[in-house]
């Protein structure tokens, strides 16, 4: 029952672990293994037939009054949030631990399973110690996209028994993001559902690619999961400032809008490090960063790329943001299928 993430560590060779410093981290979620720090540069921004990126941004921040013009600047506000932004991006540990921090029973769930000794039982009542959690996990796997049958799980030691650990393991994971984006400010109330509607979607179609093309859907559908925590980041840091920002700006402009996306790819990396995840899904990561067709992906990058794609589409066609000529235009330029693009996963 070793984990998926230990054993394709194993495949591609053990890394190098990097020295930790006196300061306490958190475990690795995934495995023991650091991995050591990857170079992100900045990158240009390129048109596109649609920006889905800069589109989505649009849907999670509703934003109707959109400043359309590439070159316009930066009006005050999205300033001094960019300047918070690169303060962010340079402290990466911190935001992990005090902005987007994993729960501790993510690291007791995640090291028993990947011990390779422990009984239903002993996972059960670990689980049961956050009775929130546990009662989440149950609803979880009595929904329809588990489809065990017309029996109902009623407990926790019988659920184990039924999926294993390593669905149990993804169960909690997703009931730990959707926490995470679980977000209720002031400004912009339908952030956190968006985000969590992309994210979950990603992560199904991140593992229906991976099962075609053969790679690993377990580790497809954790990059889906977590893909986009850098906006998690991000979109508290700009709560924050518009708190005590000047109300007649909005960050609304399209430069902003592009470069914000940049900032949270980045950012998405540079947290995974920080939660210590292996190797393989921190490149996965970076390689979103540099997403242009010059760059080679490995076969985990670009399943996050296209189940990205799937996803960000059928949400603008949803919100109805973009026209079906426009998404048929956009999956033709990017080799994606239209009709599962309206379908959905």
């Not at 918070?84 to 029973?105: F, M, W, Y």
Request: charged letters at 20%.
């Amino acid at each position: 029952m070793a984990s998926i993430f230990q054993r394709l560590c194993n495949v591609f060779s053990k890394p190098k672990v990097t020295k930790q410093t006196t300061i306490s981290t958190p475990k690795p979620v995934i495995n023991r293994i650091a991995t050591a720090p990857v170079s992100i540069p900045d990158v240009g921004l390129r048109d596109e037939i649609i920006d889905t990126s800069s589109l989505f941004y649009d849907l999670l921040f509703n934003n109707q009054d959109v400043n359309a013009e590439s070159n316009a600047g930066l009006n005050p506000l999205e300033k001094s949030i960019l300047l918070k932004v690169e303060a962010s991006i340079g402290r990466p540990k911190s935001i992990a631990l005090n902005v987007v921090r994993l729960p501790e029973v993510l690291h007791k769930v995640s090291n028993l399973i990947d011990s390779d000794s422990y009984t239903a039982e002993q996972l059960a009542e670990l689980i049961s110690r956050d009775p929130v959690l546990a009662a989440d996990v149950i609803k979880l796997v009595n929904s329809a996209g588990y489809q065990l049958g017309g029996q109902e799980v009623t407990s926790l030691q019988e659920a184990v028994v039924r999926l294993g650990g390593l669905q149990i393991k993804s169960i909690v994971l997703t009931i730990v993001m959707q926490n995470m984006t679980d977000i209720k400010p002031i400004y912009f109330k339908l952030f956190g559902q968006h985000l969590w509607q992309h994210s979950l979607s990603t992560a199904l179609w991140a593992k229906k690619l991976a099962k075609s093309r053969g790679e690993d859907p377990d580790l497809a559908y954790f990059l889906g999961l977590i893909h986009d925590v850098g906006k998690i980041a991000l979109f508290k840091l700009i709560v924050d400032e518009m708190n005590i920002s000047d109300p007649q700006f909005r960050p609304n402009s399209k430069l902003f809008r592009q470069m914000m996306t940049k900032h949270s790819l980045r950012l998405s990396t540079l947290i995974a490090q920080s939660w210590l995840l292996p190797g393989s899904v921190v490149k996965a990561l970076h390689e979103q960063v540099n997403n242009t067709a010059t760059v080679e992906h490995t076969g985990p990058g670009k399943v996050l790329e296209d189940a990205n794609l799937y996803s960000e589409i059928h949400l603008l066609l949803e919100k109805q943001l973009i026209s079906l000529q426009q998404a048929s235009e956009f999956c033709r330029e990017h080799d994606l299928d239209i009709d599962a693009c309206i379908a959905g996963v």
